[in-house]
């Protein structure tokens, strides 16, 4: 029996990464479509939607108690996203009045599951082999869009449980991931956000890559620019030389995201990540050698089962050599199911604390000084977002995050001047 659900209204709060949030803009274009309208206002919905996220042991505590409290309103909860096959008994328990729980690979399913009346919970965490592009959607960041080029990834890395969520890799159509990118330049969108687990896995299951990919996308016509994700040393290596040359390019923002989580080898190996430190290194100095400035971005698990002072200090002396523009701190957390939360050699709660303060100290140090190297640099920017603390965010082409207060439009490209600098971010001026 399916109810008419056309005219009411649906919210949506999304957690974690960018394929979250297009995941989250998904969900929005497929319900539209069904005739609800969403709304910014909780408790002006009918349907409440939580696009859940499962990477760190912090963040699902932090959604259980959101469902917990979501569990007790006289609203229809939806529960989404990457938690549900994380830690689907957990979800379940503090929701039972959940009316459909759905995974990340499964929400193609929603428009069904949701005309249904039913007074049973409705369930579906299979994971489905189908795109993301091409399909409806409701953009909520303008003149942000995000294209999803892959699901799934290659690795199993010992503490991840992402892999559980995600899947095995499922590589996208390319000349689907063109129209949506052609269309999305079309809408006047001018910041297009390369994403999925590992960009470098791309291409793997269907005899292509990412260079080729993004190569393909630069030919498109208009003044926009492209931020590639995230991706892995291991699968970046064998196109390295192919990928570097094509960050070149005038629409590419200078930016990379490469994840090394230790400076330590034998740690490395235990996570069952599939390089060294030294290749990391290599590949990181390897795009500075061959692209000026470029901002360089890395992921640090402190406090891995069996991480001892000396694999930390490794970790120390990377981090102090390279001298990465943004490091991205976790202390290590089981997650549910993991090769990781078996292991015996836990660290101390106060050590892992200790670590991540003192590697957190010397990372602000490093960006601090990175960032004053910008002082008095002129030029274009693209005005991408509005600033938490008020003003607009202002990027440039290596993806620099200015903060100005005038009075700018979104999606225009202004001239700026850096006047001023912290480790986080800078602040500028409208100049001409």
């Given amino acids: 029996m399916t109810a008419d659900i056309r005219g ?53 505590s932090k959604i259980i108690h959101r469902l917990s409290r979501l569990n007790k309103m006289n609203k229809k909860l939806i529960i989404a996203g990457c938690l549900p096959r994380i830690n689907f008994e957990r979800v379940k328990r503090s929701a039972p009045n959940a009316q459909i729980i759905i995974g990340p690979r499964s929400i193609s399913e929603l428009k069904t599951l949701i005309s249904k009346q ?38 199993n890395c010992a503490y991840c449980a992402v892999k559980f969520a995600r899947g095995s890799l499922h590589s ?89 989580q230790s400076g330590s080898n034998r740690i490395l190996k235990a996570m069952l990540r599939k390089y060294t430190s030294e290749k990391w290194l290599e590949i990181a100095q390897r795009f500075r050698t061959h692209i000026n400035n470029i901002t360089i971005s890395t992921d640090i698990i402190v406090g891995f089962p069996g991480e001892t002072e000396e694999d930390f200090e490794q970790t120390i002396k990377l981090i102090e050599k390279i001298k990465p523009d943004i490091t991205n701190i976790s202390k290590y957390g089981d997650r549910p199911k993991t090769l990781a939360s078996k292991m015996k050699n836990k660290v101390e709660t106060s050590i892992k604390k200790r670590r991540s ?76």
């Fill in 118 to 155: 039913s007074e049973e919970q409705l369930v579906s965490i299979k994971i489905h082999k189908e795109s993301k592009v091409g399909v409806s959607r409701v953009i909520h960041r303008f003149p942000t869009y995000i294209v999803p080029i892959n699901e799934g990834c290659l690795g």
């Fill in 357 to 432: 303060t003192e590697l957190s100290r010397i990372v602000k140090e490093i960006t601090l000084q990175n960032n004053e190297k910008w002082i008095d640099w002129v030029g274009m920017g693209l005005v991408a977002e509005i600033a938490p603390k008020g003003g607009y965010v202002i990027r440039n082409d290596w993806y620099k995050n200015i903060i100005v207060h005038d009075s700018l439009h979104l999606g225009s490209f202004v001239k700026v001047r850096i006047t001023d600098a912290t480790p986080t971010y800078l602040v500028g001026k409208i100049t001409k």
């Fill in 8 to 60: 009411k209204k649906f919210y949506i709060e999304t957690y974690g990464c960018a394929f979250n949030q297009a995941d989250s803009e998904i969900i929005a274009g497929q319900l539209t479509n069904l005739g609800l309208t969403e709304t910014s206002i909780i408790n002006d919905a009918d349907f409440v939607i939580i696009n859940t996220c499962g990477v760190k042991e912090v963040t699902e």
């Fill in 172 to 260: 996208f159509d390319p000349n689907e991931i063109y129209a949506e990118v052609y269309k999305a330049i079309q809408q006047e969108y001018k910041d297009i956000w390369i994403t999925s687990q590992d960009c470098a896995s791309y291409g793997y299951d269907i005899n292509t890559n990412l260079a080729k990919l993004i190569e393909k996308l630069t030919e498109i016509n208009g003044i926009y620019r492209m931020r590639i994700g995230m991706f892995n040393v291991d699968t970046a290596l064998p196109f390295i030389n192919e990928l570097i040359e094509v960050f070149k390019h005038e629409k590419i923002y200078k930016f990379v995201h490469i994840p090394v």
